[in-house]
């Protein structure tokens, strides 16, 4: 099933805004394109690569990565000059920032219409280098990860370790709790993405199908 925002920002009930479609084709005639498909090169490079052949002339095409290289991505559409990283964080009526990552060859028109979009959607648009990871996710898995190794080293209860970091540190969500609510298949791909050392532990509930929030088991129990 493919969405398609049609309308503008307002302040009209969402339903009035938006059409559903089941074929790419449907989108032929939308502006700003974003994929938000798995954490994956080769399953986004599939969705992008038919977004470019059914996008119009003047449509923009963004990708929701928080770790691949939008460079390579921009290169699967056929439009590396229209595309842009367009990373939203979670959950996304709290958080503020998008990180914006441009293709080299993205034109001007391109990033003055991510930077107003942004704006629309009451965001702050931070421009970021097209690195692994960007800023926030490269900085902040290893702590992550950091927090796994603690808890083998001590056998804490992952509750106690979340608690001290928002208390002690002011962080509204543990580091545990965090990878959970990511997911810690997302975050295993985001890690080797980056090239952070994975902790056995986050490898091992993955390979159990224990993703965290989204299977109602991770560090912490959601049933």
């Known amino acids: 099933m493919v969405s398609k925002w049609a309308g ?3 302040e009209e009930p969402i339903a009035d805004r938006v059409t ?3 074929e790419l084709s449907g989108l032929a005639g939308a502006t700003f394109l974003v994929e938000a498909v798995a954490e994956d090169h080769a399953t986004k490079a599939s969705v992008l690569s038919e977004l470019g052949r059914h996008a119009g002339g003047d449509a ?3 990708t929701t990565t928080s770790s691949l290289s939008v460079a390579d991505l921009a290169r699967e559409t056929g439009k590396a000059d229209r595309f842009v990283g367009l ?3 979670n959950p996304v009526p709290k958080m503020d920032l998008i990180e914006l990552a441009y293709a080299p060859d993205a034109n001007g028109d391109v990033r003055e219409r991510a930077r107003k979009l942004c704006a629309a959607l009451g965001k702050t648009a931070v421009e970021v280098p097209d690195i692994a990871g960007f800023v ?3 900085l902040l898995f290893p702590y992550l990860f950091s927090a796994v190794d603690l808890l083998e080293e001590t056998s804490m209860d992952p509750a106690s370790i979340d608690r001290c970091m928002q208390l002690g540190a002011g962080h509204p969500m543990g580091p545990l709790a965090l990878l959970d609510y990511v997911g810690l298949d997302v975050s295993k791909a985001i890690g080797e993405a980056i090239g952070a050392k994975i902790p056995a532990r ?3 509930l993955v390979a159990a199908g224990d993703l965290g929030k989204k299977t109602g088991k ?4 959601y049933s």
């Open 8 to 10: 503008k920002l307002s």
């Open 20 to 22: 559903i479609v089941s």
């Open 60 to 62: 923009v095409l963004a």
């Open 87 to 89: 990373h939203v964080f």
């Open 136 to 138: 926030v996710n490269r």
């Open 202 to 204: 986050v490898e091992a």
């Open 218 to 221: 991770g560090f912490h129990d």
